[in-house]
């Protein structure tokens, strides 16, 4: 299994920007398609969005299509979530995920990832 450390969440006002960065160990890391999910407070892990193995095929939420990319690199095992155009409603801890299921990648739900970080909290005020 991969081990994943996120990082880059923070506090920021609507309408502003973070970037998410998830650090991943191990050798295979191209072998893994890999996703963002997000958990508000009382509400079920949902995901935003995942990225193929090769860096192409983004699939993203509806929620964040047009304002969060998702991005890779696999020199250095390394995936981010740009998001910009924030809302109070994208507030919530935000996970890096991995998995092998190459059907993942448009069948996101998060019993197909195996492997996930401890999650950053991203809070977004009005």
């Known amino acids: 299994q991969v081990q994943l450390v996120e990082s880059g969440g923070g506090l920021v006002q609507g309408g502003g920007s973070l970037r998410l960065s998830c650090a991943a160990s191990?050798?295979?890391?191209?072998?893994?398609?890999m996703g963002w999910f997000r958990q508000a407070p009382g509400k079920e892990r949902e995901f935003v969005a995942t990225?193929?193995?090769?860096?192409?095929?983004?699939y993203y939420a509806d929620s964040v299509k047009g304002r969060f990319t998702i991005s890779r690199d696999n020199a250095k095992n390394m995936v981010w979530l740009q998001m910009n155009s924030l809302k109070p409603e994208d507030t919530g801890v935000y996970y890096c995920?991995?998995?092998?299921?190459?059907?993942?990648?448009?069948?996101?739900?998060?019993?197909?990832?195996?492997?996930w970080g401890q999650g950053t909290q991203v809070t977004v005020s009005s």
């Open positions: 990225i193929s193995r090769s860096g192409g095929s983004p």
């Open positions: 191990g050798r295979t890391f191209s072998s893994y398609v």
């Open positions: 995920a991995a998995t092998t299921f190459i059907a993942a990648l448009i069948k996101p739900d998060t019993s197909n990832f195996g492997s």
